[in-house]
C-alpha cells in the first residue's frame, strides 16, 4: 500500500487572523542550495514572517490530524506577483508540512512525484534543470489544512499572478504532549 504524498483535512472553524511576529525575512535565492535543517531550497524569491502557533491553530491541527500536533516551526509565507519558489524539499526532521491559505485566493502548489531517485542530490539536479517541473496542481483553502509530506515529496510555487499568504507549519512525528 502507498502512503499518499498529500491530503486534505477537514475543515476548520473558529480561527483567528495569524499572528506573524519578528522581521521580514527576505527568500532571495538564484541558485538551488542545501541547507543545514535537511531542506533543499530551489530558486526563489518571496518574504516570510515567524508565525504565531497559538492554541487555536494547535486545536485546528489537533481536530484535523487527530492527535496532539508536534509543532517544529511556523512561516508566514508572502507571495508577491513575480515570487516564487523553485521545486524544493522540506527538513528532513518533518513529519508534515501543513499548508492553509491565509487570503481568499492563492495560486496553486505543484505537488511533484515522488520518485525513488529523491535524494538532496536530485533534487538539486533537478532544480537547477527544471525549476518548475509538471506535477499535480493543488489550491490551497481558507478553512482546509493540506498536509503534505514535504520532506519526500518535492512541491514548488511557480511565479505568483498576485500577492497572496501562504501559513506553513511544519510538523514532526510525534506530539507536543509526550
Known sequence: MTQASFWFGPEVTGLQPVAEIGAFLTVDADFPSAREDGSILGAARHRVREARVDATLRAALRRSQGREPHVISGWVNHYAAGDFAAVHHDRQDSALTALLALDETADPLVICPPTARNTDL?????????????????????????????????????PATRAYRVLAITLGGGSDDG
Open 122 to 158: 536530485s533534487v538539486l539536479e533537478q532544480a537547477r534543470n527544471d525549476p518548475f517541473p509538471p506535477g499535480e496542481r493543488v489550491i490551497l483553502e481558507r478553512h482546509r489544512f493540506l498536509f503534505l509530506r514535504g520532506a519526500l515529496t518535492p512541491h514548488h510555487r511557480p
